[in-house]
Nanobody, 124 residues
């Protein structure tokens, strides 16, 4: 079972990035999925989460209006579209899955599988 996060990089403030998280080994179409991030010297925090169908979504206050989480269950993939990026968005971004639990989850302890992380750096 593997979650592979990709799409990070270096972008100027105001720019956009689209992160992808592809699941392999098992189907995650019945699983709640989330994106978290950890900035240097800070604790890991939730950014966005989605239930199994995509019909129930949560955003952290820092992400509201700028980020969009979505999923394509046919491709076993969840996305995080990040627009209007700010230097304070700089962090390692992780995707996570609450395997076979279909609701939306905001606590890290609710997630069973984690991707390896992808670095997002926003320059001012």
């Amino acid at each position: 079972v593997q979650l592979q996060a990709s799409g990070g990089g270096l972008v100027q403030a105001g720019g956009s990035l689209r992160l992808s998280c592809a699941a392999s080994g098992r189907t995650f179409s019945n699983s709640g999925m989330g994106w978290f991030r950890q900035a240097p010297g800070k604790e890991r925090e939730i950014v966005a989460a989605v239930n199994w169908s995509g019909g129930n979504i949560y955003y952290a206050d820092s992400a509201k209006g700028r980020f969009t989480i979505s999923r394509d269950n046919a491709k076993n993939t969840v996305y995080l579209q990040m627009n209007s990026l700010k230097p304070e968005d700089t962090a390692v971004y992780y995707c996570a899955a609450a395997y076979m639990r279909s609701y939306l989850y905001t606590r890290q302890n609710d997630y069973d599988y984690w991707g390896q992380g992808t670095q997002v750096t926003v320059s001012s």
